[in-house]
């Protein structure tokens, strides 16, 4: 899972830098680079590629403050975590 999570947070961060702003075609993105990758996952996911670019997609409207399209069962908020 972390290799995913890095996948996704390496395609974000190419994105970002590459000028992009639009959250769907982030998405998009990230889905296409986890498609070409799959096979390295495939043996321990328990979701797909499409289930991590709406967990995407919806992580990034949350943060702004958006309504999301609910595709997810709940979204991780960084800012509520406790440091303690």
């Known amino acids: 899972h972390r290799q995913i999570g890095e996948s996704a947070k ?3 961060v190419g994105a970002r830098e590459s000028g992009e702003t639009e959250i769907m075609n982030i998405m998009t993105h990230v889905v296409d680079v986890l498609v ?3 096979p390295k996952y495939d043996a321990e996911a328990f ?3 499409w289930d991590i670019g709406n967990y995407v997609s919806d992580y990034l409207l949350t943060r702004l403050g ?6 997810h069962a709940s979204i991780f908020n960084p800012d509520e ?3 303690n």
Do not use: Q
């Open 36 to 38: 070409e990758e799959w």
């Open 81 to 83: 975590v406790d440091s």
């Open 10 to 12: 390496a395609t974000y």
């Open 47 to 49: 979701v797909n590629a």
């Open 66 to 71: 958006v309504e999301e399209c609910g595709c």
